[in-house]
């Protein structure tokens, strides 16, 4: 198992649309455990392939509460079969992103088909954290963040900040350039 470095938006590698995975094999096995890994240090609830610079459609995912049993989800090629009329709004966040939130609007539960780690056929129905989660790690693999989803105004401030953030890192006081 290996950390994978996440990417920081902006960035042009997370506006691109991944490509389908033709099998679930070991090397995508390990692609599944590696951002999984990665998403549980991060902390996240969930990782999408293309976050880590690989534009396959593969996203993990693991909305189990602190108190019980991990519950890891891992799928390639998810499909949204079916969504409710009903909306829901949730925040938010993206470890892309970090420390940015918003309230997002999405359908409140999906029914996703996808090959688990075993290249099996699956679906699955998910709402509340699950279906939220799942539905943004999948328009991660169309090129699109939660930001997307917002008016442009507040979509721009938080692209604008994370711009500032990224320079300030990289001046010789900021946080990456002492670490290099
Ligand atoms: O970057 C990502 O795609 C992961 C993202 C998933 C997500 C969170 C909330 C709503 C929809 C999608 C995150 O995990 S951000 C971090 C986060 O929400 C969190 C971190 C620690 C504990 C619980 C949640
Ligand atoms: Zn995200």
Redesign the pocket.
């Known amino acids: 198992m290996a950390l994978l470095p996440?990417i920081i938006a902006p960035d042009p590698r997370l506006k691109q649309i991944a490509a389908p995975v033709a099998r679930v094999d070991d090397r995508i096995r390990q692609l599944m455990d590696d951002l999984l890994e990665t998403?549980y240090q991060?902390?996240?609830?969930?990782?999408?392939a293309p976050?880590v610079g690989v534009l396959e459609r593969v996203i993990v995912?693991d909305a189990s509460a602190?108190d019980e049993d991990r519950a890891p989800l891992r799928m390639a090629n998810p499909e949204l079969i079916q969504a409710s009329d009903e909306d829901v709004q949730?925040?938010?966040?993206?470890?892309?992103?970090p420390e940015h939130?918003a309230e997002?609007v999405r359908p409140a539960w999906v029914r996703v088909r996808y090959l688990d780690h075993e290249n099996e056929i699956r679906e699955l129905d998910a709402e509340g954290?699950l279906g939220?989660?799942i539905?943004?790690?999948m328009d991660?693999l169309e090129g699109i963040l939660?930001v997307d989803h917002l008016s442009a105004l507040k979509r721009n401030m938080i692209l604008r900040k994370l711009i500032k953030t990224k320079k300030a890192d990289k001046t010789p006081t900021g946080a990456s350039a002492a670490a290099e």
């Open positions: 996440i998403m991060a902390p996240g609830v969930g990782l999408a976050q995912v602190k949730y925040e938010e966040g993206c470890l892309s992103l939130y997002v954290l939220t989660c539905q943004h790690e991660h939660f």
